[in-house]
C-alpha cells in the first residue's frame, strides 16, 4: 500500500507560480514511478507530467510543456511540481500518482495504482 499527501495549492494570479509537494510512504519509493494528474470541472483527469522511478526520464502534457516541471527525491520520498507562467486554464485539482508496474513514468489514468487526495490549484485572471 502507498500513501500520497499533496501539498502546495492555492491562489494564484495568472503568471505566477506555484509548488506541488507529494510526500510518499508505505513503500520503498525508488521503486515507484510518478505522476501529476489534474482535473478540472466537467473534463476528464488528464496527464501533467510523469517521472521514472530514478528521476531520468519525465513527460509532459502539450498544454504545460515549458511551463511545468517535475522533480523527486529518492531521499525524503518526495514528488514535486513547479509551476510557473500560470494560466486560468490551468486551475483544476492537482491528484499525485503513483504507479508499481513499468519501468517509465505513468502516463495514463489506467497506469496508476495509487492516488492522493488532491489539492486545488485556481489561476485568476
Known amino acids: 500500500q502507498v500513501q500520497l499527501v499533496e501539498s502546495g495549492g492555492g491562489l494564484v494570479q495568472a503568471g505566477g507560480s506555484l509548488r506541488l509537494s507529494c510526500a510518499a510512504s508505505?513503500?520503498?519509493?525508488?521503486?515507484?514511478?510518478m505522476g501529476w494528474f489534474r482535473q478540472a470541472p466537467g473534463k476528464e483527469r488528464e496527464l501533467v507530467a510523469t517521472?521514472?522511478?530514478?528521476?531520468?526520464?519525465?513527460m509532459y502534457g502539450d498544454s504545460v510543456k515549458g511551463r511545468f516541471t517535475i522533480s523527486r527525491d529518492n531521499v525524503k520520498n518526495m514528488v514535486y511540481l513547479q509551476m510557473n507562467s500560470l494560466k486560468p486554464e490551468d486551475t483544476a485539482v492537482y491528484y499525485c500518482?503513483?504507479?508499481?508496474?513499468?519501468?517509465?513514468?505513468?502516463?495514463?489514468?489506467?497506469?496508476?495504482?495509487?492516488w492522493g487526495q488532491g489539492t486545488q490549484v485556481t489561476v485568476s485572471s
Open positions: 517521472i521514472s522511478r530514478g528521476g531520468s526520464w519525465t
Open positions: 508505505g513503500r520503498t519509493f525508488s521503486t515507484i514511478a
Open positions: 500518482a503513483a504507479a508499481i508496474s513499468g519501468t517509465l513514468g505513468p502516463r495514463l489514468v489506467d497506469e496508476c495504482d495509487y
